[in-house]
């Protein structure tokens, strides 16, 4: 079989040692001759790097491991790359987070204006890694990307290079997926759902095993204890930390409310964002949850592994290291396998505009995804989901034009701010916050 030179941007994540891990685990799916590390930050992916080469070295020596700063050392005739830039890092991630808290307003990493700043920031260097990759990559190369934030990641990339083979991917419906199976006590493999939406902003319609739409049965489970088992240790690392439990038993409220589909957790901030306010703590955010937790583990591994010799986590895989290797997998070997990912609309739900990037179950083939036919999608889903899809579509726009006004537009009209009066004093206070990395706003 074939064997591929994969490259990963944003090679000093969290998640590498994971995804790698993964990787190892499919090496007979997709046999891999070289992987190389790309980072803007080379002492941050250095480290990372090390874990990372601890794991593969339990698998292999015949993988060529490669760390880089230099685009064309990372990329040159790469068959796939995995992007998964954070870019501004944990710092900025944080002020994302309290900036609209202090405003008393939703502070969140993908969703209202700390999900607006972080598209501010991300579209560029994405516009970047594209072209590093077509002038470098095989001319069939496919970026797979988690960066986020991946509904505005996906605009930006349909309007400012709309011919790149970038699939866009999120593990929360398969997360939320795995919650379900665990609930109903099947493997999540056997479960088919149908699901619409935008990235973070989306319901699942059927939850069927075996033939049998199950939907009801967790809707009474939810009733109960939300989206999760009764035994919690069930869940996977990926979401074990409290602030993702709450989240989970959150769905119970989202529930109560709306009870006829299974809703993404995000909505949360959405349907909820004064409970979210009022729950949340302004000087401690998720971001210091991920510093304190993952990050900081990551880093304490590393050292000691360099000291001892030993690898005290194990980096268990997770959902979200399985899903982007189970994508892959399927595009290199034109699978044709059936995964809830984002696409343009074109008709799939004909009452959305056709260039919404949309995120539905499609056909991972190696030209990309081909969407399931969903139909026409009820008022109050559309009416939510154009507001929502205007607020990005626009903030885009902002970002081409170097607009303010827009960007003013794209924050009012986002459900999780109350007023103009609001957007504008938070849009504010963000842009000073950002000003390395924002486009200028006139
Ligand atoms: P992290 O901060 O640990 O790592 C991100 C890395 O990206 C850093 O090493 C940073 O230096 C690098 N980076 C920043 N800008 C870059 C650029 N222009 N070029 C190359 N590298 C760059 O972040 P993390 O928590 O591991 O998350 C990584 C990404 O995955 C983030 O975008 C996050 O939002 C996303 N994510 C997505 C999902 C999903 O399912 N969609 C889930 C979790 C995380
Ligand atoms: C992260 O992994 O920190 C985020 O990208 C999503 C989350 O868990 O908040």
Redesign the pocket.
Same mark, same amino acid.
């Given at each position: 079989m074939k064997k591929y030179i994969l490259a990963v941007? /944003?090679?000093? *994540?969290?998640?590498?040692p994971g995804i790698i891990r993964s990787l190892m685990d499919r090496l007979e799916d997709l046999p891999l001759s070289e992987i190389r590390f @790309? +980072?803007? +930050?080379g002492a941050? #992916?250095s480290k990372?790097v090390v874990a990372a080469k601890a794991v593969i070295a339990e698998y292999t020596d015949s993988i060529l491991v490669t760390d880089t700063t230099d685009p064309q050392t990372a990329f040159e005739n790469a068959d796939f790359v995995f992007a #998964? %830039?954070?870019? /501004?890092? @944990?710092a900025l991630?944080e002020l994302d987070e309290k900036i609209p808290l202090s405003h008393n307003v939703v502070g969140q !990493?993908?969703c209202g204006p700390g999900g607006l700043a972080?598209g501010l920031r991300?579209i560029a &260097?994405m516009i !970047?890694?594209i072209d590093y990759v077509e002038q470098y990559a095989k001319e069939t190369a496919w970026i797979v990307n988690? *960066?986020? &934030?991946?509904s505005i990641v996906a605009e930006g990339v349909r309007k400012l290079r709309p011919k790149a083979r970038v699939l866009n991917?999120? +593990? %929360?419906p398969v997360a939320t997926m795995r919650n379900i199976a665990a609930i109903l006590g099947v493997e999540r493999e056997e479960l088919v759902v149908d699901y619409f939406g935008l990235?973070h902003f989306g319901w699942f319609t059927r939850l069927e095993v075996d033939g049998i739409d199950r939907l009801a049965e967790v809707r009474e489970h939810v009733y109960k204890h939300g989206l999760l088992t009764e035994d919690v240790s069930k869940i996977d690392y990926r979401h074990a930390d409290s602030s993702w439990i709450k989240t989970f038993k959150n769905i119970k409220l989202i529930m109560d409310h709306f009870p006829e589909y299974l809703p993404n957790p995000y909505l949360q901030y959405y349907l909820f964002p004064d409970h979210i306010v009022e729950t949340s703590n302004k000087d401690y955010t998720r971001a210091n949850e991920?510093m304190d937790g993952? !990050?900081k583990t990551l880093f304490e591994t590393v050292e000691k592994f360099e000291e001892t010799g030993i690898l005290e986590d194990s980096f268990a895989v997770g959902v979200?290291g399985t899903f982007i290797v189970d994508v892959t997998v399927s595009i290199a070997q034109n699978l044709g396998k059936r995964y809830v990912v984002m696409t343009e609309n074109n008709g799939t739900i004909p009452n959305l505009p056709a260039d919404a990037m949309i995120e539905v179950p499609a056909f991972i083939t190696a030209d990309g995804p081909k969407p399931e036919f969903v139909g026409d999608i009820p008022y109050f889903y559309k009416a939510m989901i154009e507001q929502q899809l205007a607020s990005e579509k626009i903030l885009v726009e902002a970002i081409i034009e170097g607009s303010y006004e827009k960007a003013l537009q794209a924050f009012t009209l986002n459900k999780t701010l109350p007023s103009a009066k609001v957007a504008k004093a938070v849009l504010d206070d963000l842009i000073a916050a950002n000003k390395d990395f924002w486009p200028t706003l006139n």
């Open positions: 941007a /944003g090679g000093g *994540s969290t998640y590498t @790309y +980072d803007i +930050d941050r #992916q990372v #998964q %830039m954070r870019v /501004g890092k @944990y991630r !990493e993908t972080y991300t &260097p !970047e890694l988690y *960066s986020n &934030p991946a991917i999120c +593990d %929360m990235n991920v993952r !990050e979200h």
